[in-house]
């Protein structure tokens, strides 16, 4: 680990630190940087605001998707449920600090990053995410998302949402001729 992403993991961890404790709006880069124990400038050369570190943040999450090996042999609907899920079960440790983040976030700001998400999650499956599959995926998560936010406890409602909206993905790819 470099000494980058070394800074930028302490930062992310201090982020969902404070954001589980007071609203995001309340707090600053220069909160997270002493929360992080390191300097506020360390910080800035690497972060220039609390937006990327949430970027890293979701790089990290994003991780979990892509380190699913699916089976050869698992559907393509079953390949992008693992590795979505895989995105959410990491996520789910810090459930109260990201639907906190998400909630003082503008929508707008949030859905930026999906497309990044949705693109990790079709890479982990094996697919290629083409325009047509891309969108399509983004529009999927962030609806599972709305989901999991609100889906205390063993995520069913989450699975089903999620097993629901691929189901959907693949009929509609397959309508336009994008299909897998």
Same mark, same amino acid.
């Given at each position: 680990?470099? @000494?980058?992403?070394?800074?930028?993991?302490?930062?992310?961890?201090?982020?969902? $630190?404070?954001?589980?404790?007071?609203?995001?709006?309340? *707090?600053?880069?220069?909160?997270? /940087?002493?929360?992080?124990?390191?300097?506020?400038?360390?910080?800035?050369?690497?972060?220039?605001?609390?937006? &990327? *570190?949430?970027?890293?943040? @979701?790089?990290?999450?994003?991780?979990?998707?892509?380190?699913?090996?699916? @089976?050869?042999?698992?559907?393509?609907?079953?390949?992008?449920?693992?590795? &979505?899920?895989?995105? %959410?079960? @990491?996520?789910?440790?810090?459930?109260?600090?990201?639907? &906190? %983040? $998400?909630?003082?976030?503008?929508? !707008?700001?949030?859905?930026?990053?999906?497309?990044?998400? /949705?693109?990790? !999650?079709?890479?982990?499956?094996? %697919?290629? &995410?083409?325009?047509?599959?891309?969108?399509?995926?983004?529009? *999927?998560?962030?609806?599972?998302?709305?989901?999991?936010?609100?889906?205390?406890?063993?995520?069913?409602?989450?699975?089903?949402?999620?097993?629901?909206?691929?189901?959907?993905?693949?009929?509609?790819?397959?309508?336009?001729? /994008?299909?897998?």
């Amino acid at each position: 680990m470099t @000494a980058a992403e070394d800074i930028l993991d302490r930062a992310a961890a201090a982020a969902l $630190s404070l954001a589980a404790d007071r609203p995001w709006s309340q *707090v600053s880069l220069r909160d997270i /940087a002493q929360t992080a124990g390191v300097s506020f400038a360390e910080l800035y050369a690497r972060a220039e605001g609390k937006a &990327a *570190v949430l970027d890293h943040l @979701a790089t990290r999450f994003d991780r979990a998707a892509l380190a699913v090996a699916p @089976a050869a042999e698992a559907s393509v609907h079953d390949r992008l449920f693992d590795a &979505a899920m895989a995105r %959410i079960e @990491a996520m789910e440790p810090h459930r109260a600090a990201l639907v &906190a %983040i $998400s909630r003082s976030e503008r929508l !707008v700001v949030s859905a930026l990053r999906f497309p990044k998400t /949705a693109r990790a !999650v079709l890479e982990a499956a094996g %697919i290629d &995410a083409t325009p047509a599959r891309l969108a399509a995926m983004t529009a *999927v998560w962030a609806r599972v998302l709305q989901v999991w936010r609100d889906d205390e406890g063993a995520l069913n409602r989450t699975m089903a949402e999620l097993d629901k909206r691929l189901k959907q993905m693949a009929s509609g790819l397959e309508k336009v001729g /994008a299909g897998f």
